[in-house]
């Protein structure tokens, strides 16, 4: 994984939030939202995909473990077109990255966040990633 840095300009930041579980989308969407980012969310990988476009995210804190299309699939999707193949991603999930590299592949991830990490350590994430 390679941490991607995006470059705002004076830009308020976007970031969507994948999840299906609505306390995470509400515990991540309070962090996030309290630092300024303008945040969108979607609780599917189908649902996701097809809101990008009328709004590009600059950062998705995506879930792996998701309905129609897992984490995975919504990563490789997202570098596959032009226009979004440079968001940053973060992978949100309560497995071990050893146990994620079993699942799938991480090179379309930029960083992990571990559910039930100090939300602290979302922030700081959003923060390195988004300059």
Do not use: C
Request: no cysteine; charged share 20%; hydrophobic share 45%.
């Amino acid at each position: 994984m390679t941490e991607r840095q995006i470059l705002l300009s004076g830009e308020v930041g976007r970031i969507m939030i994948v999840d299906d579980d609505a306390a995470n989308v509400r515990a991540f969407a309070a962090l996030l939202g309290n630092e300024g980012y303008d945040i969108r969310s979607a609780r599917d990988g189908i649902e996701a995909v097809s809101q990008i476009g009328p709004w590009v995210p600059h950062l998705i804190v995506l879930d792996v473990k998701l309905p129609g299309y897992d984490g995975f699939q919504v990563a490789s999707i997202i570098r596959k077109m032009r226009s979004t193949s440079g968001i940053g991603i973060v992978a949100v999930t309560g497995y071990s990255e050893a146990e994620l590299r079993t699942m799938g592949s991480l090179t379309h991830f930029d960083a992990v966040f571990r559910k039930g990490s100090d939300g602290a350590a979302l922030v700081s994430l959003a923060r390195s990633i988004l300059i």
